[in-house]
Every structure is written in C-alpha cells, then in structure tokens.
C-alpha cells in the first residue's frame, strides 16, 4: 500500500514538473513567472492560463492555451503604433484621471501609440452617433484612429428602449465606418452597477445591461468590430464601486485600464481575434 501511495505521489510530481517545463518553454517564460519567489505579482497565476479557441482559417476554430502574467518583470510597455480614441462617459473620464497620477502621458502602458481621451460626464449611446460626427469635422481631429474604444450605454438604461439603444448601435458603427475609414470600432461592454440611479428594479435594469451587450457584440463583430468584456467586473463586487455604486474606485480603474491596455495588445498581436478575453 505504502509503495503504491508513493509511486502515484512520484507520478504526481514528476507530471508537475513536466508540465511546468513544457509551459516554460513554449510561453517563453522566465523562471521568476513560473516559480514564486517573495512575490507572485511577476509569476503566473492559475487562473492566467485558460484554454480557448482562436479564429483559424476560414470559419473554423484552433484550440490554444492562453497564459496571462499580471505584470511583466521587464517588458511593462505594449507596443502599438498609430492613434486609438477611447471615448465615453464619466467613467473613461475619471480612469483618465486616475491614469494621469500612474502611467506617464495618460499611455497606461501602451507605448508608441498616442491615446486620445474623450470622457464626458452624462454621456450616453444614443447621442454617440452625433458625437461623432462632431468630433470628425472638429479643427485637430480629422486624423483618422486605428482604433476606437467606445464605452457607453450605463446612462441610457432605464431612460432608452432596448430597441433604440441597438438603433445607436448600428448607427454608431456604420457611422465609423463613413468617417474613419480604416479604424477599428471596439465596443467596450457597458459595466455593471451596484446601484442604478434610473427607474427600475436592479434585476430588470441588470438583465437590459446584459441583453445590450449582446446585441452590441453582434452588430460590431458584424461590422468589422471588436469586442472588449471586463468578466473580472460585477455588481457584487463592491470593491471595485466607489460609494454611489456607480462610479469605480481606485482598484476598480486600475482593472478597467488593465483590461483597456490589454484589448489593445491582443487585438494589435491577433488582428482575427474579434473578442478579448477570447473566452
């Protein structure tokens, strides 16, 4: 019995190590981001390596692994070239200013690339299409982004119809399509609330954020889009809300750029990828 109990411990082990060498190997990780040392903020997490399918040719799919690092002991910039709007409401407005006092030039982390911030407080879905077409004949912005984060729709639940809300849709992408020729639309799904200020049970309310996302994935995937989900992000969460319930906190904008400076990165590297996380 005692024989047995340990070959299946040596089996255990020396399939761990296997496994390890072989993550090592083809994910070009240092031994630092495979064996944690003092910290694990640098070391691979198990929640960092997922399996998913990645587009293949044609229609078809390739299963792949993954592997996420919090953060890079060395290679802290993601590299990007050309001009990326990222446009929305109060929140794009204060993780704006919470980049400001953490990332130099408001990159979070993306270099080589000259990120523009439109955060506007109040702002909603509907008036977006409008919004940019503004922004289009404006003096200084008629270059044209490679990329636009779009990241609405929080204040036009309760006020908006879903069906209005998936008219502003289209229109917002065919719209981009007209007047930014090249440019990448990138819906940003519309994050939760702890507390919605609208009229409205949490539960409908949250069921309508839910129901536009999906919508919102359809129509810009469609259109040649791409779609940025934050899953770390729910309304129980309530470490991420400030107080109100409705704007983030510091940890809350921290997650929000991460998963910005992310998106950008998986999109630049995997120009099939239409989703990110791909999963």
């Known amino acids: 019995m005692l024989q047995e109990v340990l070959s299946a411990v040596v089996f255990w082990v020396a399939s761990g190590f296997r496994a390890a060498f072989s993550l090592a190997f083809f994910a070009f990780l240092r031994v630092g981001e495979v064996v944690s040392g003092e910290g694990t903020r640098h070391t691979i997490q198990f929640g960092g390596v997922r399996w998913v399918e990645l587009p293949a040719e044609g229609d078809g799919t390739r299963p792949a692994v993954?592997?996420?690092?919090?953060?890079?002991?060395?290679?802290?910039?993601?590299?990007?070239?050309?001009?990326?709007?990222?446009?929305?409401?109060?929140?794009?407005?204060?993780?704006?200013?919470?980049?400001?006092?953490?990332?130099?030039?408001?990159?979070?982390?993306?270099?080589?690339?000259?990120?523009?911030?439109?955060?506007?407080?109040?702002?909603?879905?509907?008036?977006?299409?409008?919004?940019?077409?503004?922004?289009?004949?404006?003096?200084?912005?008629?270059?044209?982004?490679?990329?636009?984060?779009?990241?609405?729709?929080?204040?036009?639940?309760?006020?908006?119809?879903?069906?209005?809300?998936?008219?502003?849709?289209?229109?917002?992408?065919?719209?981009?399509?007209?007047l930014f020729p090249g440019c990448t639309p990138i819906w940003s799904d519309t994050l939760p609330r702890v507390r919605y200020s609208r009229a409205g049970s949490q539960s409908r309310l949250e069921a309508c954020r839910k129901n536009i996302n999906r919508r919102a994935r359809g129509i810009f995937v469609r259109g040649g889009g791409r779609i940025l989900s934050h899953p770390r992000f729910s309304w129980e969460r309530l470490e991420f809300f400030r107080k109100d319930g409705v704007h983030l906190s510091n940890l809350g904008n921290k997650g929000f750029l991460d998963d910005i400076r992310e998106g950008l990165s998986f999109f630049s590297l995997c120009p099939r990828g239409v989703r990110y996380p791909p999963f």
């Open 66 to 178: 993954l592997v996420a690092l919090e953060s890079s002991k060395t290679d802290q910039l993601v590299v990007l070239t050309g001009l990326v709007w990222i446009i929305g409401d109060s929140l794009v407005k204060w993780a704006a200013t919470f980049a400001l006092g953490h990332y130099p030039d408001l990159d979070i982390g993306v270099a080589a690339a000259n990120l523009v911030w439109r955060g506007a407080p109040g702002a909603t879905l509907l008036r977006l299409p409008q919004r940019l077409r503004d922004m289009a004949s404006r003096h200084g912005e008629r270059r044209t982004p490679t990329m636009m984060v779009l990241h609405l729709g929080g204040n036009d639940l309760g006020t908006a119809t879903l069906t209005q809300m998936e008219a502003a849709l289209r229109e917002v992408v065919v719209t981009v399509q007209r």
